[in-house]
């Protein structure tokens, strides 16, 4: 049911393209106070940049991308920021799920979706049944979504069913109740906006991730700039606790590039 390769119980096959690229898309706000708008018409082309990461990562055989949408902490935001930001999930939705459908995407959401309106609810279950079966990317939306109630709803899952464990269990059995327990650890963790935190997003699973921060603003992100982020990745080396002396020779994620992005390094 689960393709969990830990990579504290193992050591996962390291390959030049991450197979799961997991990103905090921040700095819409100051993208539009830049521009002089209101913080919304940062979200609004936030949307864009979001179509233009998923064709390229679906491009680039990425076979898992997770993007963090609103946290557990944004509800703290003005309520009209945060009424905007549901209905454009609500319109996004509505516009892009037929279409990426049609691409191959298969679509998911974690987080507490209890929360949400009904009829965001709905069309994201609607949205996941539609795309279940489809295999080219699975793009998971992160929303109402925070590293900690992921790992207590985590334990609190396993405990209700399995509640013999409550006297000790291990990365095996906690694992699979994890929101994103489909997908292997996070390759690739990119955060745009300058900031260089974690903020509450995939906390468990980040433990071998490597980590990117760039300052550029989210609405700027496009298919170089994640081109910039994979070579970073490349150049690497991942241990995983290991020596350089003891990793086989082909280890190396340097030997291979990514096509002719020409800042290689
Ligand atoms: C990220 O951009 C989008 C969400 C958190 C929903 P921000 O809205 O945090 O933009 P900045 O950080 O204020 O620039
Ligand atoms: C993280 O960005 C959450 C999302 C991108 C959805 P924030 O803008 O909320 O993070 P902080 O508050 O700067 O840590
Ligand atoms: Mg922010």
Known sequence: ???????????????????HIAIIMDGNGRWAKQRYLPR??????GVEAVRNTVRACAERGVEYLTLFAFSSE???RPAEEVSFLMRLFVMALEQEVVKLHKSGVRFR??????????????????????????QRLTLTIAANY???????????????????????????D????????YAPEPDLFIRTGGEQRISNFVLWQLAYTELYFTDMLWPD?????????????????????????????????????????????
């Open 146 to 172: 925070g590293g900690r109630w992921d790992v207590l709803q985590a334990m609190s899952r396993m405990l209700h069913d399995r509640p013999e464990l409550a006297g000790g269990f291990g990365e095996r």
């Open 174 to 181: 906690f694992a699979p109740y994890l929101a994103l327990s």
């Open 40 to 45: 919304v018409a940062g979200h609004r082309r």
């Open 109 to 134: 959401v974690i987080g507490d979706l209890a929360r949400f309106e009904p009829k965001l609810a709905g069309l994201i279950r609607e949205a996941e049944t539609l795309t279940a079966g489809n």
């Open 221 to 265: 992100f496009d298919a170089a700039a994640l081109d910039r982020a994979i070579v970073s990745y490349q150049q690497r080396e991942r241990r995983f606790g290991r020596t350089s002396e003891q990793l086989p020779p082909d280890a190396g994620l340097a030997a291979h590039r990514i096509g002719d992005t020409g800042d290689a390094g």
């Open 1 to 19: 049911m689960t393709t969990l390769a830990s990579s504290t119980l193992g050591i996962p096959e390291a390959r030049r393209i991450p197979r």
């Open 74 to 76: 944004n509800w703290r």
